[in-house]
Nanobody, 127 residues
Framework: QVQLAQSGGGSVQAGGSHRISCAGS????????VGWFRQAPGTEREFVGA???????????YYADSVKGRFTLSRDNAKNTAYLQMSSLKPEDTAVYYC?????????????????WGQGTQVTVSP
């Protein structure tokens, strides 16, 4: 079991950058797949990206087309912390961002494959 605590929400102007952190507590955090999702007002929660784990080491990283080239996932396993670095932000990136942890490498886009979730972090991008 793992608990996830997010930090780093805030407001930023379009074109700017912002980083969200996701700290995992509990055993074996490096062994989990860490996914990132977001939910804008009036929309369903959508996949942003995911970092797989291979034997406790960082594995392949996948991104949604809408953020590819602008967002970067990373993870510092020594600190049990995952990061979502966002650049070239657009107003349409405004959303509550969630990190999640699970075990399914094949289901990394599927929210139902993640049993553990952070509390959510609001990121607002102004024009």
């Amino acid at each position: 079991q793992v608990q996830l605590a997010q930090s780093g929400g805030g407001s930023v102007q379009a074109g700017g950058s912002h980083r969200i952190s996701c700290a995992g507590s509990g055993r074996n955090f490096p062994a989990y797949v860490v996914g990132w999702f977001r939910q804008a007002p009036g929309t369903e929660r959508e996949f942003v990206g995911a970092m797989l784990s291979i034997g406790g080491q960082n594995g392949d990283i996948y991104y949604a087309d809408s953020v590819k080239g602008r967002f970067t996932l990373s993870r510092d396993n020594a600190k049990n912390t995952a990061y979502l670095q966002m650049s070239s932000l657009k107003p349409e990136d405004t959303a509550v961002y969630y990190c999640a942890a699970g075990w399914s490498s094949l289901g990394y886009k599927d929210q139902t494959k993640y049993p553990y979730w952070g509390q959510g972090t609001q990121v607002t991008v102004s024009p």
